[in-house]
């Protein structure tokens, strides 16, 4: 019974590393082969790109009032700095961002990045989140009022020249737009901006005119095209918002193709589009009511998304003036800023915005310990390092009370060899007495596998702490490691960079051959520990976990660096610290021996 238990927990395991394998390699690879057949579908389609706003779906109010849904690129493509130059703008300066807003249209569609580069070159191009209509892949968000259908109130729509009032829009300097309708009607938008990411954008109306009208306030991110994705199981990239009772909402590009809109009703909440890094977000006044939609159509060649709210209507007296207010987060999802945001605004659950995933409780506290001792010790990979000291001292009662039964059945291993030989031909006799001398010697066989177990979680959160947050991007450790969030660059397979030649080129099979030196040692680590432990009786158990660091090796070098750092440095304490408690114990430490026996010649089975 003994055998048969732990033979299922191997399969377990071995079913859990199969099951992560294709969760974050095959399905990415899925993923990005989905989106290349899509694109090559699209640049095979021969409609016309039409100009403007599409016909589209849309969610109505009582009053028939909805947001207009956004259309692509002109007919005649233009390169970013063609049609940004195409309309006239007001500069936006700012530590952490440059860019512009269109004055045709009132939109913000021009923006970069100032703190974070493409790649960890130093000299490469800063980050760019928004584009305008008419360049290559469109991103925008825009802030106005519709009217209900036959009112016939001339509303500023994107074709609409606003006229600024004052210069840049900095920190310090709010910027005035304004735009006349000619039949009565003033608009005016007020757009300030802090030193980070947040806009607040002030949308007035003065009725000039003689007879009342009722607007519809609303506000909508708009992205053209079906960007390039990472395609990780793990990683939400597309369609996001907190929205009342309906709580975080996370839609994908594709659950939007060919689908009807995603409609919610809530007061307050947020709700944008979001990569892994950045993200785009439009923010309504807490205690407004909206509409919010995430919606897609077809336009052209292209297919625009769109995340949109829409408020009540607001009734505008002749000689009186309304006004809604809504905010713009347009940047990095730092963590500091984006909380700094969510207690300031009291936006409901801002910080939702960064994915922390199903273990949020482990995952957010996990990161604030490792970036308090970056700061400390000014190296993140140092800081993984500490942390995962600390977190050998929290699981110390249960890895102790572990390997003190690992210990045990080492000890145990003569009598259990003695019954085996005994009983050869008997199985069931030979698994009552082993199960005897578990019972007598109080040893719980299944209590080797716990220090494995309590750390799959702990291991999930540190990945997806490497994985999403921007601070962990670009991050340096020591030596060839530059980027803590990427993988190992080098490979075993050409030498670790001596011979110039790159594995991963080679067609189907290149991936596998970027075997770098931190998975290996991984790898190495892994091994000796469980060289560390009794082997298994049965031969199939045997093999399974003879296999397990391969397999881990393989599957961990197209992960995280510190995550492999992460596993290597634990691995190596854990050693340290089983070593110990068998000594404690009395038990021989046979490791070198255990290692001499791979390699020794079996002698053949005597017939």
Not at 502 to 525: E, F, Q
């Amino acid at each position: 019974m003994t055998d048969n238990r732990n033979m299922f927990i191997a399969i377990g395991l071995s079913l859990a590393i199969l099951i992560g394998w294709q969760f974050y390699f095959g399905i990415p690879q899925a993923e990005k082969q989905r989106q290349l057949a899509e694109q090559q579908r699209a640049a095979q389609q021969t409609e016309q790109v039409q100009q403007g706003a599409q016909p589209g779906a849309t969610t109505p109010t009582p009053d028939g009032a909805a947001v207009p849904s956004r259309g692509t690129a002109p007919p005649r493509a233009l390169t970013r700095e063609q049609a940004i130059a195409a309309t006239p703008r007001v500069a936006i300066d700012t530590p952490r961002l440059k860019g512009s807003i269109s004055l045709r249209g009132g939109r913000v569609d021009d923006l970069s990045l100032l703190d974070y580069r493409e790649t960890v070159d130093p000299k490469s191009p800063h980050i760019v989140l928004l584009s305008p209509s008419g360049a290559p892949n469109p991103f925008y968000a825009e802030f106005g009022w519709t009217s209900a259908p036959g009112t016939n109130v001339k509303v500023p729509g994107p074709d609409a020249l606003w006229t600024a009032q004052g210069g840049a829009l900095t920190p310090g300097a709010p910027i005035v737009l304004t735009y006349d309708n000619g039949e009565g009607l003033l608009f005016r938008r007020t757009f300030a901006v802090d030193d980070q990411y947040m806009f607040t954008v002030k949308d007035e109306v003065e009725n000039r005119g003689g007879a009342a009208v009722t607007l519809f306030p609303y506000a909508l991110v708009s992205r053209h095209g079906l960007p390039a994705t990472q395609g990780f199981y793990i990683l939400h990239e597309g369609m996001i918002g907190v929205l009342g009772d309906a709580g975080l909402q996370e839609v994908t590009y594709s659950k939007l193709e060919d689908a009807q809109p995603h409609t919610y009703k809530a007061t307050g909440g947020w709700l944008g589009i979001t990569d892994k890094y950045w993200a785009a977000t439009v923010i309504p006044d807490q205690a407004t009511a909206v509409d919010a939609r995430f919606s897609s159509h077809q336009a052209g060649t292209s297919r625009t998304f769109q995340a949109d709210y829409l408020a009540a209507g607001k009734t505008v007296e002749p000689g009186a003036t309304t006004a809604s207010q809504g905010r713009l987060f347009a940047g990095a999802k730092v963590v500091a800023v984006v909380d700094g945001y969510q207690s300031r605004y009291q936006i409901d659950r801002f910080d939702l915005l960064i994915d922390w995933g199903w273990f949020y409780f482990i995952t957010k506290p996990l990161f604030l310990v490792i970036d308090w001792i970056y700061h400390v010790v000014g190296n993140f990979g140092v800081a993984i390092l500490i942390v995962t000291v600390l977190l050998k001292l929290i699981f110390f009662p249960l890895a102790n009370k572990s390997y003190a039964s690992m210990a045990k059945m080492k000890a145990l291993q003569p009598e259990m060899m003695a019954i085996r030989e005994r009983y050869a031909d008997d199985k069931v006799k030979q698994q009552q007495l082993t199960m005897e001398l578990y019972k007598k010697q109080k040893v719980n066989p299944v209590a080797g596998c716990l220090p494995i177990l309590i750390q799959i979680p702990v291991f999930f959160a540190l990945y997806k702490v490497l994985f999403v947050t921007i601070e962990m991007r670009h991050a340096p450790f020591f030596g060839w490691i530059h980027d803590l969030s990427a993988p190992d660059p080098t490979t075993i397979f050409n030498l670790f960079g001596l011979i110039p030649w790159d594995p991963g080129a080679v067609p189907v099979i290149g991936a596998y051959l970027m075997l770098g030196a931190w998975p290996l040692i991984m790898g190495v680590t892994m091994w000796v520990q469980m060289k560390l432990n009794p082997a298994p009786p049965d031969p199939t158990q045997q093999m399974i976990f003879n296999w397990m660091p391969i397999i881990f090796t393989f599957m961990l070098a197209h992960f995280a660096a510190g995550l492999v750092i992460y596993w290597a440095w634990n691995n190596t304490l854990s050693v340290l610290q089983q070593a110990l408690i068998m000594k404690r114990h009395g038990v021989k430490i046979e490791l070198w021996d255990n290692i001499r026996s791979v390699f020794k010649k079996k002698a053949p089975a005597k017939h």
